[in-house]
């Protein structure tokens, strides 16, 4: 029976495939992706650490101290090159959070819609026309309509991602992102972890679903790639 058929495909592993991972950034085709950049977790004032013993965080809050200004670059960069800003947020849709995930009620996360600590930090403080989206899992694909979005504006090629935390919804935005067809670019020094152990390993553990640039890497690459219609929003 197999013989009438003829030969059955042979499997193979081309590891030489995977150079396609490393392709420019495409501004016309790309939008920049800011993960939970918020009050909620990234201001000392944010329910998240609200109550924690002093020095308790001291790791965390020097990594966020060092990422603004690099999420600030890293804006600008995309800006002027034309790419769409977009940022996602940790925000119930209820005020109970009755629509949160399993996952997210077991850790006891819950940010009411229109509350302080579901605004983006006052420094990365979004543009007028810049999405935002409110999402109740840990990965943004799963609770918004990001993927429908991308694919309307025509962003559908590349994605780069920043903002916190690595291992967490960082991580599970790159790897979501890459199965649904996207290039991904993770600016590694954009994004941020509680311990410098927890991001390294992340970083690892994504390597494979993503090509890994540094900030300087990806300002370089944009400036000199040419734009995709100039800048979209004042910063």
């Known amino acids: 029976m197999a013989a009438a058929m003829g030969a059955a495909a042979a499997a193979y592993y081309d590891p030489a495939a995977s150079a396609g991972r490393q392709a420019r950034i495409e501004p016309a085709r790309a939008a ?4 939970d950049t918020q009050n909620f977790n990234c201001h000392r004032e944010g329910a998240i650490y609200r109550g924690a013993a002093p020095g308790a965080n001291d790791e965390w809050w020097g990594a ?3 990422a603004v200004p690099k999420w600030q670059r890293l804006r600008r960069a995309a800006r002027e090159a034309g790419i769409e800003v977009i940022y996602t947020v940790i ?3 209820t005020a109970d959070g009755r629509d949160r995930s399993l996952d997210y009620k077991l850790s006891g996360f819950h ?8 605004q983006v930090i006052d420094e990365l403080k979004p543009g ?4 935002v989206l409110p999402k109740t899992t840990s990965s943004v694909f799963s609770s918004t309509t990001l993927h429908y979005l991308l694919r309307n504006m025509g ?3 590349h994605l780069l991602v920043a903002g916190c935390v690595t291992d967490q919804c960082v991580a599970h935005a790159v790897k ?3 199965d649904l067809g ?3 670019t993770m600016v590694t020094d954009c994004c941020i972890a509680p311990t410098a152990a927890r991001h390294a390993a992340a970083l690892s553990m994504v390597a494979g679903y993503c090509r890994q640039r540094a900030l300087g890497e990806v300002e370089a690459e944009l400036a000199g790639g040419g734009g995709g219609g100039g800048v979209r929003a004042a910063v």
């Open 111 to 118: 940010v009411p819609p229109g509350c302080w600590d579901a």
């Open 155 to 157: 962003r559908d090629a």
């Open 64 to 66: 966020v101290a060092g």
């Open 32 to 35: 920049l992706l800011f993960i």
């Open 128 to 131: 007028l026309d810049e999405l």
């Open 176 to 178: 979501d992102a890459a």
């Open 91 to 93: 925000q119930s849709l």
């Open 182 to 184: 996207y290039r991904v």
